[in-house]
């Protein structure tokens, strides 16, 4: 019978409820399923740390935040990244670039006020949103770019050139 099994950073985070999961443990094929065990089952359970409690859950504290949806490809100079941002005033875009990584920030604002019976659908994501993209080899930050036209963001990211050599000369100290 197949176990229900959390990851390790589930436990870790207390993502799932302790409650939910038991210990590892070899389950053979002649033992009941878990819904037919007695509820004072002497099967052991998970230890509480503090990971697993309310006052530790750090997730439940935080403002909720969306993430941002991307499509990555590449030419033959160049890293391109465009995702729609629509709504999004340029100002509200952050755009942090190291040599292999791209971090988007920014904050969609609703500005009507509509109550929550009033809605039929509500699809729309309004809030702060990030992404970090690893990128898939290295870019020249200095000569990075990105651009905002009718709600599509483009970040251009020259890549680096690893089979470029430069001559150095040498410098006599006398």
Excluded: C
């Excluded at 750090?58 to 909720?64: D, G, V, Y």
């Excluded at 200095?142 to 036209?149: H, I, P, R, Y």
């Amino acid at each position: 019978m197949p176990k229900d099994r959390r990851s390790f950073f589930e436990r870790l985070t207390g993502a799932v409820p302790q409650d939910q999961y038991l210990e590892d443990e070899q389950v053979s094929s002649r033992e009941e399923p878990r819904a037919h065990l007695a509820a004072n089952s002497t099967r052991p359970r998970l230890h509480k740390s503090p990971a697993n409690t309310k006052e530790a859950n750090w997730l439940e504290n935080t403002e909720e935040e969306g993430q941002l949806t991307v499509d990555v490809f590449q030419t033959d100079n160049e890293i391109i990244i465009q995702s729609t941002v629509a709504g999004v005033r340029p100002d509200d875009l952050d755009v942090q670039i190291t040599r292999d990584m791209v971090t988007i920030r920014g904050k969609r604002e609703q500005h009507r006020e509509v109550e929550k019976e009033n809605y039929f659908y509500q699809e729309l994501y309004w809030g702060t949103f990030s992404r970090s993209i690893l990128l898939p080899q290295e870019v020249d930050v200095d000569d990075a770019e990105a651009s905002l036209k009718q709600g599509l963001l483009t970040v251009r990211l020259p890549k680096t050139d690893r089979n470029r050599t430069e001559r150095l000369r040498v410098k006599s100290e006398s």
